[in-house]
């Protein structure tokens, strides 16, 4: 098997708490220590980031706070890696993770290779229930994606030099990832998704941030598929319940006046049932696959709340839009 050099960039912001654990599991990894640098790129963090990250004497990189894009593209930039491997601060990768990728990267002709979640916190209600969810929409993609994430991905640096790597238009941590995804798909880049290639993750525990997060990335998810609109109906990791949400709760705010006019209040009470029933597809879904069916009820609330959420920083989204054009 083919055994290129590769760089491992770690982005890294406010992440004292988990990124020792997440260097820690990437020089265990079972590749060859010559093959194999380890750049975390700090993006401006105001806690201790740094001291844990120079204790491990790996190339650490400052930046400005300036996002999870530019900070990657920082990092492969500088690295002298023939493939990037890209993962979080808040992952751990398995010790066979990058090995199962590497051979995949080759045998299967791909540009890149995408792998697949553990979770570390399965103690936690919340981080079960987001666990639950990407479990089931990995189950339903195909061998060949469209469409990966970057805490846990593979891809030739001679893709990124001809990309010019991510979309540093995108602030946040949001759909930078699918965005470049996009782009090599659409050029001809095949994308394999490893299943057997897996990093424990640190999902997030408090509704309120886990919100803040739904809201960011429905917010640029506008802009993604403005840029990107075959993809909207055609990404192999979404399920047709995420672009009709949206809609649906506008729909439902929008004839609450129907409460206070008596006859009317029964199209308000449809319209919420329908609502709640979509919200409800993919928790019974879960629920039927056995993962974690002691979590029902919370994952419908869970997604009930959040598709408020996505409706409200997609119409943001949409207003910044309609101002910017005019």
Known sequence: MKQPYVSIVIPAFNAASTVGQAIDSCKNQDYPKDRLEIIVVNDGS??????????????????????PAFARNNGWKNSKGEAIFFTDADCIPGKDCLAVMVKSLYDRNAGAVAGTYEIKNVEDIMARCIHAEIMFRHSRMPDYINSFGTYNVLIKKSILEEFSGFNEGYLTSSAEDSELSYRMVK?????????????????????????KKQFTRSFWAIRLWRHHPGFALNDCYLHWKDLVEAPLAAIVILTMPFLFIGS???????????????????????????????????????????????????????????????
């Open 187 to 211: 050029k001809g880049y095949r994308i394999y998704f490893e299943r057997k290639s897996i990093v424990s993750h640190f999902h997030e525990k408090k509704m309120r941030r886990y919100l």
């Open 46 to 67: 105001r806690d201790n980031t740094k001291d844990v990250v120079e204790g491990f004497g790996v190339r650490y990189i400052y930046q400005e706070n300036k996002g």
């Open 264 to 326: 009317f209040k029964i199209f308000f009470f449809i319209l919420l049932f329908i609502y709640i029933g979509v919200e409800t597809i993919i928790p019974f879904s879960i629920y039927c696959k056995r993962f974690y069916k002691k979590d029902f009820f919370f994952m419908v609330f869970m997604m009930f709340v959040r598709g408020f959420v996505r409706m409200a920083g997609g119409t943001l989204s949409l207003m910044a839009e309609i101002r910017h054009r005019k």
